[in-house]
């Protein structure tokens, strides 16, 4: 799918306050807001727009403590998967190479939480060790960046995918 500087604006958009609404959208890249819904249903039938959700602050919700955690495995991250799935304060999960398998994102109320939580990980049949960093402070957090306007803005199921 080709992307043109009025998608990239709308994506931008989105990402800075996907409650706009389309005549507000339609406004910004100088289109009718029926044009606007129809680039934003192609960017979602494509997968490039994947969902819409919100942000909350998860530490106003009792969800103080952030940590990276590290999965060490003697199995395939394929079997190992399903189980770490179930857990609810595991918010990613990522492959990744070097000497560990598995880079979990998790959020927990408490430092005993999260010790727990690995405590239940290690028993995972498979999962080898695990190395823990807790977050001090997040210092940003921002979306994905989108590619400069010179930047090839093709997409395809079969090209390779960009992390964030």
Do not use: N
């Amino acid at each position: 799918m080709e992307l043109d500087q009025a998608d990239l604006t709308l994506i931008q958009e989105l990402q800075r306050d996907a409650a706009q609404r389309l005549e507000d959208l339609a406004r910004k890249v100088q289109m009718a807001p029926s044009s606007v819904h129809e680039r934003l249903r192609r960017l979602e039938s494509s997968a490039i727009l994947k969902r819409w959700t919100i942000e909350i602050d998860a530490a106003r919700l009792g969800l103080g403590v952030l940590a990276y955690v590290g999965i060490r495995a003697t199995r395939p991250c394929s079997e190992i998967l399903p189980v770490i799935e179930l857990i609810p304060a595991v918010e990613e999960a990522h492959s990744v190479a070097g000497e560990l398998s598995l880079m979990l994102k998790i959020r927990v109320t408490t430092t005993a939480a999260l010790l727990e939580l690995i405590d239940r990980l290690r028993q995972i049949p498979g999962v080898e060790g695990t190395e823990t960093t807790i977050v001090l402070k997040t210092q940003f957090d921002r979306p994905t960046s989108l590619p400069p306007g010179d930047a090839p803005r093709r997409s395809s199921r079969g090209a390779a995918q960009r992390s964030s």
